[in-house]
């Protein structure tokens, strides 16, 4: 936020202070390249149309003095050895001829070409390749209809400079015809000083081929192509911007040359030709810096006093969002910025109270709902356990009358035969096992009994809760010894009444110090603990040093034949039958364990003088 801040601030001032210096620079630069490109253009169209117009005249001379031999000297009565003499005048005196040479109406000449054997100033030399070009471009057929012909230009391999070739009728003989080949260094050294040396210079014929170059250049680009194609078609002078075969940039001027079809070029580096327009555009870069560096200057003046208080603004709220309600922002000024400060840290502090309160009342929803829940799946857990324990309890009982009778009779059998066979014998001591075991029955469907008998035994008498307790430690005394188990016991004093009987809250005890003890085969530490649970309650608690109930079977330790003992004779109704006491006293037990951690098993019953039992 703070940084989106400062950039559109700066962009802003940017807009203010740079943009105009860039907009009036461009328009200043547009219009002085467009003045710029107007008169320089002018003059290389000028220059342009001074090198057309030597380009006519030369030529154009170069026929009348032919025109001229062709009347004062006897041509169309000269044989060919006098011919040759006489054409050599002429030669002599018309410096821009390479040579000179008498054809009939066919074009063949009626005496050797005469070549001037002076040569040097604007003559080019005279070689087999040139007479080849020169016989070819003659103009002799247009010549002869018109009476004056100026022939297509050429170059030579071996040579820089054009040449033209120029046909005169004889006067007073119609098949005779003077040919001479014009030379046209001169041109070649005009284009030259035209062009300078970073300058742009030549001549082209009527088919836009280069007649005449600068820097001894041959062929054209495909810009300097199209501006001469142009020009030609329209006949009229032509002003742009070209690059050449090198890539250089050049201003440009096409002028056609007249009465000859041909055109020539003169132009000027754009470098040089715009340089003014150029200066323009980089004034206008210097002072848009400028305006740059005034406005960031600018910026960071006013980002210190803007947008570092809304970048501190931004903090604050970031912090709200995360949590860290204790985080304040500067309160400096009395602007409105300051006022915003204010106005935000009330704010802040306003929502770090209520977060507060809300997580206050979240946690204590959370605890309720926790101990709501647990109490729930207690009150479900014991439900279920109760609705098992009451069917087995229906089971127990009606298992146990159906087996007690038959069993009684076992034993009184078993009882007279041990008596009339001597314990000594095979016979004896098989007897003494079956009767032990058949004992052994008696005392698993006296146990079932009992599971049902504690619907049926009432609500007993008040007694002290420490009586039943010091009865079953008397009871384990001699195994708590045998074991090696140190025995902590702490009976409180001021401990209240409970309702029930003494006798099976004895067995209940008894069961589970017999289980503790049964957990620490090696030794260890037993627990007993009774104490009073706010007036209302007694609490009982047997806590082992053993080696624990896992989780997964912590649930089943009240089920009937369920046992984790490997001891002999441990049939798994212990525990089924103190929950069931436990439940006949409308009280609760509760296992606390862990495998490795030992186990805790607490009983609650309700005091004598309570009018509601636990549930």
């Not at 911007?241 to 000859?260: I, K, M, Q, S």
């Not at 159906?402 to 095979?426: D, H, K, R, W, Y």
Request: aromatic share 4%; proline share 5%; hydrophobic share 45%.
């Amino acid at each position: 936020m703070p940084v989106r801040f400062v950039s559109r601030l700066m962009l802003v001032l940017a807009l203010v202070g740079v943009v105009p210096v860039l907009l009036l620079g461009g328009l200043s630069f547009r219009a002085n390249r467009d003045e710029l490109h107007r008169l320089v253009g002018g003059l290389q169209t000028q220059s342009a149309t001074e090198l057309a117009r030597s380009c006519r005249q030369l030529v154009l001379t170069g026929v009348d003095n032919l025109r001229l031999a062709t009347e004062y000297l006897p041509l169309e009565q000269l044989g060919p050895k006098e011919a040759s003499a006489v054409l050599s005048i002429p030669l002599r005196q018309l410096a821009a001829l390479n040579l000179l040479v008498l054809v009939d109406a066919q074009g063949h000449a009626i005496a050797p070409a005469v070549v001037s054997p002076e040569g040097g100033g604007n003559r080019q030399p005279v070689t087999d390749a040139s007479l080849d070009l020169f016989s070819r471009q003659a103009p002799v057929r247009d010549a002869l209809s018109t009476g004056a012909a100026i022939g297509l230009p050429y170059r030579t391999p071996e040579t820089s400079g054009g040449r033209v070739a120029l046909a005169v009728r004889v006067s007073g003989d119609a098949s005779r015809l003077l040919l001479a080949e014009l030379s046209l260094a001169e041109l070649g050294h005009q284009v030259e000083e035209l062009a300078g040396e970073d300058g742009l210079a030549f001549i082209v014929d009527a088919q836009g081929v280069p007649v005449a170059t600068a820097h001894g250049a041959g062929s054209l680009s495909e810009e300097q192509r199209a501006l001469v194609a142009e020009g030609l078609s329209q006949s009229s002078p032509v002003v742009r911007t070209v690059h050449d075969a090198n890539g250089a940039e050049f201003l440009a001027a096409f002028v056609p040359v007249p009465d000859l079809g041909w055109g020539a070029v003169v132009g000027r580096r754009a470098s040089a030709a715009f340089a003014p327009a150029e200066h323009v555009r980089r004034s206008t870069f210097f002072w848009a810096l400028m305006a740059l560096a005034a406005t960031g200057v600018l910026g960071f003046v006013l980002a210190r006093g803007v947008s570092q208080p809304v970048a501190r603004l931004s903090e604050g709220v970031a912090a709200l969002a995360e949590g860290r309600y204790g985080e304040r922002v500067p309160e400096e000024g009395r602007d409105e910025l300051g006022l915003l400060a204010r106005s935000f840290n009330h704010m802040a502090g306003e929502l770090q109270r209520r977060d507060a309160e809300l997580r206050r009342w979240s946690q204590e929803l959370q605890q309720r709902v926790d101990e709501r829940t647990r109490q729930l799946r207690e009150a479900q857990d014991q439900i279920a356990r109760t609705r098992r324990m009451a069917a087995l309890g229906s089971l127990s009982a009606g298992i146990a009358h159906e087996l007690n009778n038959p069993l009684t009779g076992i034993l009184g059998l078993l009882s007279l035969s041990c008596e009339e066979v001597p314990a000594s014998s095979p016979v004896g001591q098989s007897l003494t096992m079956a009767l032990e075991q058949a004992r052994r029955m008696a005392g698993i469907i006296r146990e079932l009994g009992q599971m049902a008998e504690q619907e049926r035994a009432g609500a007993g008498r008040p007694l002290d809760p420490a009586q039943p307790v010091r009865a079953a430690l008397h009871e384990v005394r001699e195994e708590l010894q045998s074991r090696g188990v140190t025995l902590s016991c702490e009976l409180g004093e001021q401990v209240p009444r409970v309702l029930g009987h003494a006798d099976q809250l004895q067995k209940v005890v008894t069961n589970l110090l017999q289980n503790a003890l049964t957990a620490m085969p090696s030794g260890g530490t037993l627990s007993v603990g009774l104490a009073a649970v706010e007036g209302d309650a007694v609490c009982l608690s047997v806590k082992d040093t053993g080696k624990g109930i896992p989780e997964t079977m912590r649930e089943r330790i009240f089920d009937p034949f369920f046992t984790t003992k490997d001891e002999p004779g441990r049939v798994g109704l212990g525990l089924s039958v103190a929950y069931r006491i436990v439940e006949a006293h409308h009280g609760r037990i509760r296992v606390e364990s862990g495998a490795g951690q030992g186990t805790t098993i607490t009983i609650i019953l309700p005091a004598a003088s309570a009018e509601a039992h636990l549930t």
